[in-house]
């Protein structure tokens, strides 16, 4: 084959592997081969043809060095940054949960306070009423109770007079012990018992005395059941009160700690928040550098190993042809 053919072979072969790949850097090496071949003279064609050939390998090899490197630091990184937003995905979504549930504890202990101190204000003016109600009856009872028993005393120092009078024929006959001799003055002729009029008057005032009696009893059973059942609710009361009173206290102070939590994890969310956000964007960077390409890793590494064993191929025709030369100006000068 003469040197001619071999320059032409060596060129269509890289003109085809150009238009196989879309590779408009062996295009351009394909026109500059050409171009060489056709005003060059003597042995440098070859030496240049050569050395664009073996040039381009280098580039390509170079390239495929560099994509490697490229490839390593991608996955690296992506899986670096994968397992970074993985974490704070984890972090955010469980301080998210504390911080949800503490608030919602929190509201729901105000909500119970809040219901606590009603009835303790409730219970307030329920047990006001009760004392003053208390108060009320108590001074009535007082005041009925001294009406009745001075009342019964009248009729009791009545009828201990009339009992007297009518148990006691000489009720009027005045004695002296001291002076016998002396005489008592004759009775009036006017006076004189009625013991059916005495005994009328006494069952009468029997009566009234028995009607006080009861009304008393009565008014002194009605205090003491109120004032029992006075006291029995006063000290359910007191019970009921303190109760909601520690109710109160320790629920405030633990909505206070969940309103303290609340503040410390809502610090921690946007810490995370922030950090999360510098995460998505180197992210979003390294899928722009890494992962949006037209051409995955993959099949640039093929495409560019079909590349440089083309350009292989092509440069072996040559050497051939190099050889070939050498071999013939050999024999010439022997």
């Known amino acids: 084959m003469s040197s001619s053919s071999r320059n032409v072979q060596a060129i269509t072969s890289i003109k085809a592997l150009s238009k196989q790949h879309h590779s408009s850097a062996l295009a351009q090496l394909a026109s500059r081969m050409q171009t060489v071949a056709k005003y060059g003279a003597g042995a440098d064609v070859f030496a240049k043809i050569k050395g664009l050939v073996s040039d381009m390998i280098a580039k390509l090899e170079k390239e495929a060095e560099e994509d490697a490197t490229e490839k390593a630091y991608c996955d690296e990184e992506m899986a670096k940054t994968e397992e970074k937003k993985g974490e704070l995905e984890y972090d955010l979504a469980k301080v998210t949960?504390?911080?949800e549930q503490a608030a919602a504890n929190s509201a729901k202990l105000k909500e119970e306070v809040k219901v606590a101190q009603e009835q303790l204000a409730a219970l307030a003016k329920e047990q006001a009423e009760m004392d003053a109600l208390r108060g009320e009856e108590h001074a009535n009872y007082v005041e009925a109770t001294t009406d009745l028993k001075a009342g019964l005393s009248g009729v009791q120092k009545a009828l201990g007079v009339l009992r007297d009078y009518y148990s006691?024929?000489?009720a009027?006959?005045?004695e002296d012990v001291g002076v016998s001799m002396m005489q008592q003055p004759a009775a009036p002729e006017k006076h004189g018992k009625s013991g059916g009029a005495g005994g009328s008057i006494i069952s009468i005032l029997e009566v009234c005395e028995s009607d006080f009696s009861d009304n008393l009893a009565k008014e002194e059973a009605a205090e003491?059941?109120?004032q029992a059942m006075y006291d029995k609710t006063t000290q359910e009361n007191k019970?009921?009160?303190t109760t909601l009173d520690q109710d109160v206290k320790y629920k405030t102070q633990e909505f206070k700690s969940l309103d303290a939590a609340i503040v410390e994890f809502t610090s921690d969310k946007d810490t995370l928040n922030t950090?999360?956000?510098?995460v998505m964007d180197y992210y979003g960077e390294l899928k722009d550098r890494c992962v949006a390409k037209p051409e995955s890793y993959a099949d640039r590494k093929a495409r560019r190993e079909a590349e440089i064993e083309g350009l292989k191929?092509?440069?072996?025709v040559l050497e051939d042809e190099t050889a070939f030369v050498?071999?013939?100006r050999h024999v010439r000068g022997a």
Do not use: G, M, P, R
Request: charged share 25%; no cysteine; glycine share 0%.
């Open 313 to 316: 191929q092509a440069l072996q």
């Open 97 to 99: 949960s504390k911080l």
């Open 172 to 174: 009027f006959v005045q």
């Open 239 to 241: 019970i009921t009160k």
């Open 275 to 278: 950090e999360y956000s510098a």
């Open 326 to 328: 050498q071999v013939k």
């Open 224 to 226: 003491s059941d109120s």
């Open 168 to 170: 006691n024929d000489d």
